[in-house]
């Protein structure tokens, strides 16, 4: 049985702190480990890209609850299709932030780190999506020493 993809942006609100983000990110993975989603969250200061895949009804399911969510707005779909495999296979979901921001530095990372950590099968187009989003920080500062993606699974 095949699955769903699908990628989206949105506008952070501006009133987003990064335990806001924690918060996030949190219900996000313990959500979709119930729904069978994986996928990847980026977060740029500004605005959220996320890609989520999973069984198809789950995957609407989540993106309702997501595009009803008052911490941003503005949420276009970037991308709907039937895909055969995961990207993100065994990621309830991958976190990356870019800049260094307050004291959560090791989920930071420098656009040569995500476009490594980034999966092979992932298309060129969506690639170069995801690490041209990465550039557009909100965070002054450096990323980590190691330029290293730590997110927890």
């Given at each position: 049985m095949g699955i769903s993809r699908l990628v989206y942006v949105s506008t952070a609100n501006p009133d987003l702190m990064l335990t806001d983000i924690?918060?996030?990110v949190a219900t996000a993975r313990a959500r979709n480990e119930i729904e069978g989603i994986t996928g990847l969250l980026s977060y740029n200061g500004f605005n959220f890209m996320q890609l989520l895949e999973g069984p198809p009804a789950s995957v609407e399911r989540v993106f309702d609850s997501i595009g009803q969510d008052s911490r941003h707005s503005g949420v276009i779909t970037v991308l709907s299709q039937a895909a055969d495999t995961r990207l993100?296979?065994?990621?309830?979901?991958?976190f990356a932030r870019t800049g260094k921001g307050g004291d959560q530095r090791s989920l930071a990372v420098t656009t040569q780190a995500l476009s490594a950590y980034l999966p092979e099968a992932l298309s060129p187009e969506l690639h170069m999506l995801f690490v041209r989003f990465n550039t557009l920080s909100a965070f002054d500062g450096l990323p980590p020493d190691d330029g290293e993606l730590r997110p927890a699974r």
């Open positions: 924690d918060a996030i993100f296979a065994g990621w309830s979901m991958a």
